[in-house]
């Protein structure tokens, strides 16, 4: 996981990371004199106001930059819980005793527990992310329609970026645990169940269901599942 992973994500902290430096250097480089293009009502050529909305504009952009990485934070903890979904599958599918399956079999509750609390502190957390990139959607769409320099548009449009890559690095673990959570069903439907005692297949079977069932990352009639065709659409 963490060789198939680690580019991805590093390249996208260090992409987040650059970025935010190029837009508190921008006023060095461009003629416009803070970091945001932003117009106000007054004069700001002066002293010590000058120095106190660069600040501010410092803040709002390191802000953002700890939001983008905030959501890495959470795909690591999808990608924790889709690694143990996948260890587990490996495990049923290794079992030549009942008391090895037995183990799976509580292995699983205790997983299925972990990836409920995981989803629950977390689902708030892809909310907001998700509302924050969908206005950003929004508005960098009405600036690129609109008759604005290219200045403003470019910003825009690094957050139009950042905001796509921020939903992507979350919604590509998300949809992975959907697959190795229901993967489990078929790797413990392999396993020597059959050969057991009638209490013991019926507990089984409600493994088997329990499976079909994936640990979803979603809030009724708020948040849908988090996954790659959700993120498509």
């Given amino acids: 996981y963490i060789d198939s992973c680690k580019s991805i994500y590093i390249y996208s902290i260090s992409a987040f990371t650059v970025t935010g430096l190029l837009l508190l250097l921008s006023p ?6 803070f ?24 803040l709002i952009i390191y802000q953002s930059y700890t939001q983008v990485c905030a959501n890495i934070f959470v795909a690591l903890l999808l990608w924790f819980v889709s690694a143990r979904c996948d260890i587990l ?32 502190s977390i689902r708030f957390v892809m909310l907001a992310s998700l509302t924050i990139s969908t206005i950003v959607i929004i508005f960098t769409g009405c600036t690129f329609l609109s008759r604005q320099p290219m200045s ?23 949809d992975h645990l959907l697959s190795a959570s229901t993967n489990i069903a078929h790797a413990a439907y392999d396993s020597i169940w059959y050969n057991g005692k009638v209490n013991f297949q019926k507990n089984f079977v409600h ?19 988090v996954s790659l065709n959700y993120y498509a659409s």
């Fill in 28 to 33: 060095i480089i461009e003629s416009h004199p």
């Fill in 35 to 58: 970091p945001i293009d932003t117009e106000y009502p007054f004069s700001v050529d002066y002293q010590p106001l000058k120095t106190i909305i660069y600040l501010h504009h410092m």
């Fill in 89 to 120: 599958s490996s495990k049923f599918r290794a079992v030549t005793e009942f008391a090895e399956l037995r183990a799976c079999i509580e292995e699983h509750q205790e997983l299925l527990w972990y990836g409920k609390k995981v989803t629950l």
């Fill in 152 to 174: 403003v548009k470019s910003t825009f449009l690094i957050f139009f970026i950042s905001s796509l890559a921020k939903v992507y690095l979350t919604a590509w673990p998300a």
């Fill in 207 to 225: 493994t088997l269901l329990r499976s079909q069932q994936p640990i979803a990352v979603n809030i009724p009639c708020m948040l849908p599942t």
